[in-house]
Structures are given as structure tokens and as C-alpha cells.
């Protein structure tokens, strides 16, 4: 059985219907990589999945559990972080302060930033600079901290490369094939297919609201043109 399970998920803002009935899986381990153009729904669906916005049908399965009506902190506690869109991080909060509202059971606040700190050193330099005041790499540098702080089963990131030089998207993604290699399940949504598909076990094309296609990362690659791949 699937670590996550999605069927025929539907959502809408207000009366528009934006998702039109998603079956979806991500297997303990995988790394799934979620592509697709603007505005198809990927975004959306990311946040139906950690429990920011609510299906208007369907069902989300995640651990075994359904987790449909599930708030979004208890889906934490479960073991799905995400890390939203445009970094998910509060810009007038200093990073201490960043690391200490990932409060999480069982972990102390300081035990939050030793953690951080550990596998981002450039974090503790940076431990009393506000957030939104640092480059945009030192910004989801902050935002991925909180996958190692939580530890979590399943880790959802959406376009972690925005506005990001290439140098520094290749640094981050080695931190999350690093975790990818640790056994976390990813699921990734991301503009730049080149950048994630090596790391993938299983890709799918979303458009207009709908999953369009999967298949492993060569097939799934074969059939996206050169224009949507991009030039890095
Ligand atoms: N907060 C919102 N209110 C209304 N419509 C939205 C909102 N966010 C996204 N949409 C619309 O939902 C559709 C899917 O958007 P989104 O999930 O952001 O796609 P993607 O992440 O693939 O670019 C688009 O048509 C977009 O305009
Ligand atoms: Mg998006």
C-alpha cells in the first residue's frame, strides 16, 4: 500500500473547479516529481495534500489513515511536511526565531536550531539576521531546516528553485537527494525537469487540473518539448 493516496480529488476557489479528479500515489521511499506549466494546479494540489486547502471531494490517504478532514498541523504530527510555495518562511522574523516556531513534540526549541544548524552552518551565522533580509538560497536553506528538524514520512516541496541561481538550486537539491537517500518519501513539484528528474523514481505531467500523464523519469522526460525543459 501506497505511503500516500490520492483519489479523485477535486478543488476549487469559490465556484471554480481548478483540480478535476487527481488519482495520485507516492510510495514509502519514492521520489516523485510533479511538472507541469503555470496554473495547472500543482500548487493547489500541494496544498490539498498538507491540509491548507480543502478538497471539495475525494479522498487523501496518507500512512493508512484517512486524512481527508485532517488539519493541516495534525497532518504534520502524522508526518507530511511541505514547504510551500515562495518559502513558506516569516521575512520579519530573525532565523532563530524562524527555527524556533518549528516546535515540534518531543524536540526542544534549542534542539530545533542545533539541528538546523548542523546541516546548514550558514544558518547559525546568520542565527539573529531577519529572515527576509537574507539571499533567496540562505532563505529555503531555512525553509528545508524544518524537514530535518520534524522528520518527517513524506516531504512535499513546491518550485524550491524560484529566483534561485543555478549554483545554488544544485546545492539545494543535493540536500534533498540526500534526504531522498535517507528513505524520506518527496514529493516535488518543480519548473526545472532537469533538475529533479535524475533524482526521481516516478514523474507525472499535470495541466489544466489534471494529472495528464506518468511514468518513470526517461518517459516522462521524452514527452515534455524541449521548450517546457528549459535551457539548464
Ligand atoms: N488563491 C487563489 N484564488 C483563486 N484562484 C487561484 C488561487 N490560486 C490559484 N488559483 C488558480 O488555480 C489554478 C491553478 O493554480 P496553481 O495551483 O497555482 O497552479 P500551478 O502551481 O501549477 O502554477 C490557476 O488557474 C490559478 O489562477
Ligand atoms: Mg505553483
Redesign the pocket.
Known amino acids: 500500500m501506497a505511503l500516500l493516496e490520492l483519489r479523485d480529488v477535486r478543488a476549487a ?1 469559490g465556484t ?1 473547479e ?1 483540480i478535476h479528479g487527481v488519482d495520485l500515489e507516492v510510495g514509502a521511499g519514492e521520489v516523485v516529481a510533479l511538472l ?1 506549466s ?8 500541494m496544498n490539498v495534500i498538507s491540509g491548507l486547502h480543502a478538497p471539495s471531494t475525494g479522498t487523501i490517504t496518507f500512512n493508512g489513515a484517512d486524512v481527508t478532514t485532517t488539519s493541516a498541523s495534525a497532518r504534520v504530527k502524522q508526518g507530511i511536511c511541505a514547504i510551500p ?1 515562495g518559502r513558506g518562511i516569516f521575512p520579519n522574523l530573525t532565523v532563530r526565531e524562524n527555527l524556533r516556531l518549528t516546535t515540534y513534540a518531543g524536540v526542544t526549541a534549542a534542539q530545533v536550531e542545533a539541528i538546523a544548524y548542523d546541516r546548514f552552518p550558514r544558518l547559525a551565522e546568520r542565527k539573529n539576521q531577519l529572515a527576509g533580509t537574507m539571499s533567496g538560497g540562505e532563505q529555503q536553506m531555512l525553509a528545508l531546516a524544518r524537514a530535518f528538524v520534524v522528520n518527517p514520512k513524506l516531504l512535499i516541496l513546491d518550485e524550491l528553485s524560484m529566483g534561485l541561481a543555478p549554483l545554488i538550486v544544485e546545492d539545494l537539491y543535493s540536500r534533498v537527494a540526500a534526504l531522498a537517500a535517507e528513505g524520506l518519501a518527496l514529493l516535488v ?1 518543480e519548473q526545472f525537469a532537469r533538475t529533479i528528474l535524475p533524482l526521481a523514481t516516478r514523474a507525472a505531467i ?1 495541466a489544466h487540473g489534471v494529472i495528464t500523464s506518468v511514468g518513470t523519469p526517461q518517459d516522462i522526460e521524452a514527452q515534455l518539448s524541449a521548450s517546457y525543459l528549459g535551457s539548464n
Open positions: 476557489y471554480i481548478v507541469g503555470n496554473g495547472g494546479g500543482k500548487s493547489t494540489l510555495e513539484v499535470m
